[in-house]
Nanobody
Framework: QLVESGGGSVQPGGSLTLSCTIS????????VGWFRQGPGQGREGIAG???????RYTDAVKGRFTVSKDNTKNTVYLGMNNLKVEDTGMYRC?????????????????WGQGTQVTVS
């Protein structure tokens, strides 16, 4: 089970950090992705964390968002800087196929419930 937290409202240019806590100790090779869905838009995968430590980002967030993992807490973080109005949406983390992190087209197998981010 994955549980997100850390969403909220922020002004443009501000920062937020989202957390995705995995309630059961993941097996080696566990990969996590972050997705978002803006108002009236489809869901898009924006960042992936590979179990080997590699990360991948969509162009829209590259250079502004950072995904990291704390193994001691079974938690994956999404640090978001220089937020823009267009970053507004529901953010969800998911267990993803590790191969999909390498290709950049994230494929989820298990979802968290989501946390709202509003930039205005």
């Amino acid at each position: 089970q994955l549980v997100e937290s850390g969403g909220g409202s922020v002004q443009p240019g501000g920062s937020l950090t989202l957390s995705c806590t995995i309630s059961t100790t993941p097996t080696p090779g566990y990969c996590v992705g972050w997705f978002r869905q803006g108002p009236g838009q489809g869901r898009e995968g924006i960042a992936g964390f590979h179990s080997q430590g590699r990360t991948r980002y969509t162009d829209a967030v590259k250079g502004r968002f950072t995904v990291s993992k704390d193994n001691t807490k079974n938690t994956v973080y999404l640090g978001m800087n220089n937020l823009k109005v267009e970053d507004t949406g529901m953010y969800r983390c998911a267990a993803v196929l590790c191969g999909s992190v390498r290709t950049g087209t994230l494929r989820a197998t298990d979802w968290g419930q989501g946390t709202q981010v509003t930039v205005s």
